[in-house]
């Protein structure tokens, strides 16, 4: 589901996409990483990337930060819970 829905833009690889990496994302200030293209939103929004705000920004992105320049959305639950949970079992190497 990742590749299907993420994968045009994301990466779990540093430098890979036009919009950053993901390894790691559970637990990251968004906007947060170093050298990758964010909307000025996005970095100020302050947002800790956890479940909850994944969800609700994968539904809805410009509903939670306006401005974003993450157009796509998924609006179908099912494929939001099923990015997330591989999300959260992509911890960074001592690389990312």
Known sequence: M???RC????SMDPGQKSG???TGVIG???GS??????SAPMR???????KAT???????????????????????AT???AIITYLEGQQPTANN
């Open 54 to 76: 994944l969800d609700t920004f994968l539904a809805a992105p410009r509903r939670l930060i306006p401005g974003t320049t993450m157009t796509v959305a998924v609006p179908d």
């Open 33 to 38: 990483i170093e050298g990758a293209r964010y």
């Open 79 to 81: 494929q939001r819970a």
């Open 44 to 50: 100020a929004s302050g947002i800790i990337w956890d």
């Open 20 to 22: 950053p990496h993901l």
């Open 7 to 10: 994968g045009a833009c994301h």
């Open 28 to 30: 990251r200030t968004a």
């Open 2 to 4: 990742f590749r299907q």
